[in-house]
Each structure stands twice: as structure tokens, then as C-alpha cells.
């Protein structure tokens, strides 16, 4: 009999009362090498029935430090008896979460296997950032040299409450997310929730790619923000939309943090945006805090353009990207950030930058390359792991800009903001994925 009929049969004995008190699988049929193997694992942690975890409606709270589990496991044979003689590893696998310790009775298994001697096992499992229904499974999965059974088997579900979008933030790393590559569920405006427990999950800004949410809930600075990037313009958006529900596949994009394959759901329009921060020059240099700041508008006061040669004119011209000197220091050198306003205001341009200035010449004007003051800049603060410096302000529209630098056709880019591929460093530019017959490609 084949594996695939053997589990069709163990399963269709699970749904026939009649069958409750005949073996679960004739043994004289067995493959011979199944026989002395598990079918599956009874796995329980231990959570008493009234307990947080133990229910929708008495949940786990989201812990970035973990909570702790007794993890139990009992090997279950073809006739449904548990298999007193059988000794092996299990690899532990969660449905969301990080695995943080696995601590064995029998420390006879490789890191992150829980050890099955005399038919079962235990281990106090520690558990961080998991959300929604977490299950611990674990998989008879061979020792690198025999191949395992693979008999799984899977706890029931406990119950954790979803994240916020400060609790997937927050990290010690500038470049990547405790939870990248997970597919997380946030905390945002539900009606379902207790008034309590929703959480203001504003739209700051729409892009021709995506857009920026932010959950007021939290002080402004506190990692509370982040970029949801749909690939191209996302229809019936707008600043000011509070999100009841916001899912996707947390990712990082040269060290930026983003949300991908978003959905989300819009409980009310209108909404009161956030005033910009006052952004400190001093901190500008300084990763682990301009890291809590990620994906947050924010104003800087006093810029000065430095756009001082033609080097810095091909970089602008190609990624519509310029420095920017503050007024104070950070850490002993000159604050500087970077600027990107050609995908929101193309018209705010340097004229020492344009194909016919007379500033490419060996004799050019006075007034080539001066710096330009500016009063302030408002914008969107991202990171790119490869420029420099990192961070960089994006523009949201000819409004961040002090009135008396704002371009003539302020009113018709407002009007009509720009579309299309968002215009970067060719290490900075994608493509919507493609699939081919059923494989994503990235």
C-alpha cells in the first residue's frame, strides 16, 4: 500500500464512527519500510482551559521577549496505540513567531529538535513576536543520514494577539526585521475589537507605488510607521483613511522595511494626519534612532542644497535624488541627508542641471552650483543600505516645500500627482513579480 493511501484510509477511519474499535490500517499490508514508524504525533503545550491563550476571546498579548511553553510529544503508531519503543527528532516548526529556546529533558537532538526517547518527549519552548493562531508542529524529518518518517503533528492553536506596527518594527538591526519574509496581520481600527484595543492606522501618504501608514496610537519617533508597497498606485486611497485591517508579507528592501502582497481594508475617510516631526539634525547619522523614525513624515529645518558639482547633476538628473546640508553637526561631522523629490514634484529642479545650462561649460556664471536655502522640508524618511548617507527625505508633493520654493504648476501636480515607475538607482528599481506556471518570481 502506498503512503498517500495509507494516510487516505487513516484519515477515513477518523470519520467513520462504526470503524471507532478496528485497526486504523491492516499491518500484514504495510510497506515494510513503514513498519516500526509513527504515523503522526500527538503534540500538547501546556495552557490550562481558562488561561490567556486559551481562546479568540482571552488571548496572548504580542511579546517581543516570548512567552514560555511545556511542549510535550507522543509518538502514535498504524494501530493508533502509542509507540512505547520508538526513539527520534523532531524538528520544531512554528505557524508564526520566532523559535527563541528549545530546551530538551534528553539533550541527545540537534539544535532546534525536540528528542522522542521511549515513545515521547518534553521541552520548555520558548516563543517571541508570534500573533494570530500560533500552532508549535514538529516533523520526523531523518538526521541528515536516514530519512525520517516524516509524521508530523501539531498542538492546538493558541491564541495571541496581533501586532502592532511598532511591535514588527522595533529591532536591534538597521537593514532587517525580526519578522521579514512572515505574512503578519496588524492591529488597526477594527469594529470588532473593544474600543480599546483598535488602534488608529492612518494613511499619510499615497505614491504612484504604495503608501505610508501610520498608527497614532503611539508617540510620534516610536517605530509606529511603515511603507506598503503595492507596485504601482493604489486606487481608492488617500491621506486621511484610517485602515480597520492591514496584512502582508514583511520584507526588506536594501534595509527598508516594507509590507508586500498588501491587503487592507478602509473603515473611515477624513481623518486627522499627523503634524510632521521636528526631525533633530544630530540624530541624522545615528542608525539605531533615525531607525525608530523609518517611514514617519517628518520636517527639517534650515536645509542647504549641495548640489556643488557636475557629478552631483548626473546623480540627479538619473535618480532625481540631491544632498543636503542641516544647520548643527552629528557626531563631530556636518548633518547631511539626502532629498528625492523627481518622483513627487519633477518641476523643483536645479537649473545648473539642465541639458542646455551654461554651467557645464569650463567658463560658466557665478551663480553655478550656490547652495539654496531652504526655510524647511517636509517629506517621508527612508533607508537604502547602499547610499550616502542612508537615509533619505521623499517629498510627498509641491506642499512640503516652503512657499517661496514652490514650482509654478504647484496647483496641477496636486491636481494630477505623477505616475509611473518610481524613479531611483538602478539597484533601487523593481518590477511587479511574474508567475509562471504557478511559481512567483521576484
Not at 517605530?223 to 508579507?249: C, E
Not at 548617507?389 to 517661496?404: A, G, N, Q, S, T
Amino acid at each position: 500500500m502506498s503512503r498517500a493511501a495509507q494516510l487516505t484510509a487513516a484519515f477515513l477511519s477518523l470519520l467513520l464512527p462504526g470503524c471507532a474499535d478496528q485497526p486504523l490500517i491492516d499491518e500484514a499490508n504495510l510497506d515494510p519500510a513503514t513498519q516500526g514508524q509513527p504515523l503522526w504525533f500527538e503534540l500538547e503545550v501546556s495552557i490550562e482551559p481558562e488561561a490567556p491563550g486559551s481562546s479568540p476571546d482571552n488571548p496572548l498579548p504580542f511579546s517581543i521577549e516570548g512567552h514560555n511553553f511545556t511542549l510535550t510529544a507522543t509518538a502514535m503508531g498504524y494501530d493508533r496505540a502509542p509507540m512505547a519503543d520508538y526513539e527520534g527528532c523532531l524538528k520544531v516548526h512554528l505557524t508564526s513567531g520566532i523559535l527563541e529556546q528549545l530546551q530538551n529533558q534528553n539533550q541527545t537532538c540537534p539544535e532546534g529538535n525536540l528528542a522522542i526517547l521511549g515513545g515521547s518527549g518534553s521541552a520548555q519552548v520558548r516563543v517571541s513576536r508570534a500573533y494570530d493562531q500560533l500552532r508549535i508542529w514538529a516533523s520526523d524529518e531523518g538526521n541528515g543520514q536516514e530519512t525520517g518518517s516524516y509524521a508530523s503533528g501539531s498542538t492546538q492553536a493558541i491564541h495571541t494577539r496581533l501586532p502592532t506596527i511598532a511591535q514588527v518594527q522595533t529591532s536591534d538591526s538597521t537593514v532587517e526585521s525580526p519578522l521579514q519574509h512572515s505574512y503578519v496581520p496588524f492591529l488597526g481600527y477594527d469594529p470588532e475589537l473593544p474600543e480599546e484595543e483598535r488602534r488608529q492606522l492612518i494613511v499619510t501618504t499615497v505614491t504612484n507605488d504604495g503608501f505610508y501608514v501610520t498608527d497614532t496610537s503611539d508617540p510620534p519617533g516610536s517605530y509606529n510607521s511603515m511603507f506598503v508597497f503595492s507596485f504601482s498606485r493604489p486606487d481608492h486611497l488617500q491621506a486621511g483613511d484610517r485602515l480597520s485591517k492591514l496584512s502582508g508579507i514583511v520584507s526588506e528592501f536594501l534595509g527598508f522595511t516594507e509590507l508586500q502582497f498588501p491587503i487592507w481594508t478602509v473603515e473611515s475617510s477624513g481623518n486627522l494626519i499627523p503634524e510632521p516631526s521636528l526631525l533633530d539634525p544630530e540624530i541624522v547619522c545615528i542608525g539605531t534612532e533615525m531607525e525608530a523614525w523609518e517611514s514617519s513624515v517628518v520636517r527639517l529645518d534650515n536645509l542647504l542644497t549641495d548640489v556643488s558639482r557636475a557629478s552631483d547633476c548626473i546623480d540627479y538628473n538619473e535618480y532625481g535624488q540631491w544632498p543636503a546640508i542641516l544647520q548643527g553637526q552629528c557626531q563631530g561631522s556636518e548633518a547631511r541627508i539626502n532629498v528625492v523629490n523627481g518622483n513627487t514634484v519633477p518641476s523643483w529642479r536645479f537649473p545648473e542641471c539642465e541639458a542646455s545650462s551654461e554651467c557645464s561649460g569650463t567658463e560658466r556664471p557665478d551663480w553655478c552650483f550656490e547652495p539654496r536655502d531652504l526655510e524647511y522640508l517636509v517629506g517621508v524618511l527612508r533607508h537604502t543600505r547602499y547610499a550616502s548617507p542612508p537615509w533619505i527625505l521623499e517629498v510627498r508633493d509641491c506642499l512640503d516645500f516652503p512657499l517661496e520654493n514652490r514650482p509654478a504648476d504647484c496647483a496641477q501636480l496636486l491636481m494630477h500627482p505623477p505616475s509611473g515607475p518610481r524613479i531611483a538607482p538602478f539597484y533601487q528599481r523593481r518590477e511587479a513579480p511574474t508567475c509562471t506556471y504557478g511559481t512567483l518570481h521576484q
